[in-house]
């Protein structure tokens, strides 16, 4: 698999070139602080593994970072500014999250195929992704007929089809088998030497062996 030379975007940053500036981060939900104190810089071409228990703000940093969870307090900057839910921002970020919701009627391969055609160069094409998934015999297969494992695979099958500079992944491992895990941690390998950068909350010590380790655990982390 090979992207070509356009198929990531403009990989401009902050003014060091990093891809991620995080300073002083608070979250709270509910009254009740979950990030305190945070800093984070990640630069271009890193992988980065948000590790910790359950509840210590993996996936809250994740959200922060796509824009989607406000801060209570400090600054987050992607690509220079301030992450926003807007089209110029998804043309730079994937996110792979909860489990999408699935076009009912639209089999695996049809799932691909739509990914493929509203994002232009995509990373690989449709039959090729089916391929590095293992979903080939699964391909005319609607997702919600699919095993737990294989709709994971589907997810992030759409998620590096597509071209992107920048990856968010809340934990990726999740329904995988030990094989593929390792041929997951292969593909952010390549994904990195193209010039991506990774960000992942994983609970796979194999997967963040793979990457520079935070954990926003501790109040007033700085990574």
């Known amino acids: 698999m090979r992207a070509s030379d356009s198929n990531l975007s403009d990989p401009s940053g902050g003014s060091d070139g990093s891809v991620i500036e995080v300073e002083d981060l608070t979250v709270e939900l509910g009254g009740n602080p979950v990030l305190r104190g945070l800093g984070l810089t990640v630069a271009r071409g890193e992988i980065v593994a948000v590790?910790?228990?359950?509840?210590?703000?993996?996936?809250?940093?994740?959200?922060?970072?796509?824009?989607?969870?406000?801060?209570?307090?400090?600054?987050?900057?992607?690509?220079?500014?301030?992450?926003?839910?807007?089209?110029?921002?998804w043309r730079r970020v994937a996110l792979l999250g909860d489990e999408p919701a699935w076009y009912p009627g639209l089999t695996a391969r049809e799932h691909l195929e739509l990914m493929a055609a509203v994002h232009p160069r995509p990373r690989m094409d449709v039959e090729l992704?089916?391929?590095?998934?293992?979903?080939?015999?699964?391909?005319?297969?609607?997702?919600?007929?699919?095993?737990?494992?294989?709709?994971?695979?589907?997810?992030?099958?759409?998620?590096?089809?597509?071209?992107s500079a920048l990856l968010l992944l809340d934990e990726p491992e999740r329904g995988l088998d030990a094989g593929f895990r390792r041929r997951l941690a292969e593909l952010l390998e390549a994904y990195?030497?193209?010039?991506?950068?990774?960000?992942?909350?994983?609970?796979?010590?194999?997967?963040?062996?793979?990457?520079?380790?935070?954990?926003?655990?501790?109040?007033?982390?700085?990574?």
Do not use: I
């Open 129 to 163: 992704a089916l391929e590095v998934f293992a979903l080939v015999e699964r391909g005319d297969a609607a997702p919600l007929n699919l095993s737990t494992g294989q709709r994971q695979r589907l997810s992030l099958a759409a998620t590096l089809l597509r071209p």
């Open 51 to 89: 590790v910790g228990p359950n509840g210590c703000g993996k996936s809250t940093l994740l959200r922060c970072l796509a824009g989607l969870q406000p801060a209570s307090g400090g600054e987050v900057r992607v690509f220079g500014g301030p992450p926003v839910d807007d089209a110029a921002f």
């Open 192 to 223: 990195r030497e193209e010039g991506g950068t990774v960000v992942m909350a994983t609970h796979d010590e194999g997967l963040a062996a793979h990457g520079r380790q935070v954990s926003p655990t501790s109040a007033g982390v700085t990574a």
